[in-house]
């Protein structure tokens, strides 16, 4: 009973990850993009869950270890004759250095899950607002070395030349083996401890778990698999570096919050939920004819009717869409003795 109970825990966000997967191959190119920003977000959310929902520590950081994913494979992956002209002041282990698209996701997630555990070091012995603010101060330092440091990358220009190899189906396959690796976590000795101290710090410590490691721990996994996501989106959109910097911090923390902070279920439900809703509102911003009339949004309205739903969403219902539970199915109660 245990056991079927754990495979549907896990079996209900991949089989809506594939079926969202599924429906995006049908559909037009224009629409496709939607799919494969919603699938890519998935990841991303679900990297952001393997800390903050399982410690209960909110970090406004973690884009930063995406945004090196996307640094990484993005330099790496750029044939070596293009790199002089829109990267001239490259290292030169990074201007002569070219890999293929899935040893530069492999390349953004371990530089992911390594930068975090650097900045993990000092910062996961801090806990509540402090943890926060330090989180967000990593932000704004990778963002400004990122922007301004043109031997890691191109800077203020946008990476052009980047392999598109992320579709439909990448997509989709990298959000199931996040949505895999991030199970394995919660459900394993590591996960649990780490819930244990997100609970009651006080009666964890006094077993002697230490809050620390298994915070560290959660913390550079967490990077490993930012990071890879990532190398996904690299590999989908040319960008530069005001793509992967506050917009996108807040975004995915809304998706996490609106679906359900603390558990792997709501994460996987608010990335498509929130990615849907913001499609919407993007075509709407365009121009959207619906039932014979156009509707046309300011520019700007995505982020306030989101921002709007995830303050309701707070208020109503604090545990998110999911209750901040992982899915399962309703007992059947046994008939009544006759």
């Keep these: 009973m245990r056991a079927g109970r754990t495979a549907i825990e896990l079996l209900a966000p991949v089989l809506l990850v594939v079926a969202a997967g599924v429906i995006g191959i049908f559909v037009s190119q224009t629409t496709e993009i939607y799919f494969v920003t919603a699938l890519i977000s998935v990841s991303t959310v679900v990297a952001i869950y393997v800390f903050v929902g399982n410690s209960g520590v909110l970090s406004f950081g973690h884009i930063s270890f995406f945004a090196v994913g996307v640094w990484a494979a993005g330099v790496l992956s750029i044939p070596e004759a293009e790199k002089p002209a829109t990267m001239p002041y490259l290292f030169d282990f990074l201007g002569s250095t070219t890999v293929g698209n899935v040893p530069s996701l492999l390349i953004a997630a371990v530089v992911g899950g390594l930068f975090a555990l650097l900045v993990?070091?000092?910062?996961?012995?801090?806990?509540?607002?402090?943890?926060?603010?330090?989180?967000?101060?990593?932000?704004?330092?990778?963002?400004?070395?990122?922007?301004?440091?043109?031997?890691?990358?191109?800077?203020?220009?946008?990476?052009?030349?980047?392999?598109?190899?992320?579709?439909?189906?990448?997509?989709?396959?990298?959000?199931?083996?996040?949505?895999?690796?991030?199970?394995?976590?919660?459900?394993?000795?590591?996960?649990?401890?780490?819930?244990?101290?997100?609970?009651?710090?006080?009666?964890?410590?006094?077993?002697?778990?230490?809050?620390?490691?298994?915070?560290?721990?959660?913390?550079?996994?967490?990077?490993?698999?930012?990071?890879?996501?990532?190398?996904?989106?690299?590999?989908?959109?040319?960008?530069?570096?005001?793509?992967?910097?506050?917009?996108?911090?807040?975004?995915?923390?809304?998706?996490?919050?609106?679906?359900?902070?603390?558990?792997?279920?709501?994460?996987?439900?608010?990335?498509?939920?929130?990615?849907?809703?913001?499609?919407?509102?993007?075509?709407?911003?365009?121009?959207?004819?619906?039932?014979?009339?156009?509707?046309?949004?300011?520019?700007?309205?995505?982020?306030?009717?989101?921002?709007?739903?995830?303050?309701?969403?707070?208020?109503?219902?604090?545990?998110?869409?999911t209750g901040g539970r992982e899915f399962s199915l309703p007992r059947l109660r046994p008939a009544a003795a006759r």
Excluded at 138 to 167: A, H, M, Q
């Design 120 to 321: 993990g070091l000092p910062l996961m012995r801090l806990s509540g607002l402090a943890a926060g603010i330090a989180t967000f101060a990593v932000l704004g330092i990778t963002n400004n070395l990122l922007r301004y440091y043109e031997k890691i990358g191109p800077g203020l220009n946008t990476f052009s030349s980047v392999p598109e190899t992320t579709d439909v189906l990448q997509a989709t396959v990298g959000a199931v083996l996040v949505i895999v690796a991030a199970f394995a976590y919660q459900r394993s000795r590591f996960g649990r401890l780490l819930r244990a101290t997100r609970e009651d710090p006080a009666a964890a410590r006094a077993v002697g778990v230490s809050i620390y490691r298994q915070r560290l721990g959660s913390f550079a996994l967490s990077g490993f698999l930012a990071g890879f996501a990532g190398g996904l989106y690299i590999h989908f959109i040319p960008i530069n570096v005001d793509a992967v910097y506050l917009d996108l911090t807040f975004i995915t923390l809304a998706m996490l919050v609106i679906g359900g902070t603390t558990s792997l279920w709501g994460a996987v439900v608010g990335a498509l939920f929130v990615s849907a809703l913001d499609s919407v509102l993007a075509e709407m911003e365009d121009g959207m004819t619906l039932l014979g009339r156009t509707i046309d949004l300011p520019s700007g309205s995505r982020i306030i009717v989101v921002s709007a739903v995830m303050a309701i969403v707070v208020i109503v219902r604090p545990g998110g869409l």
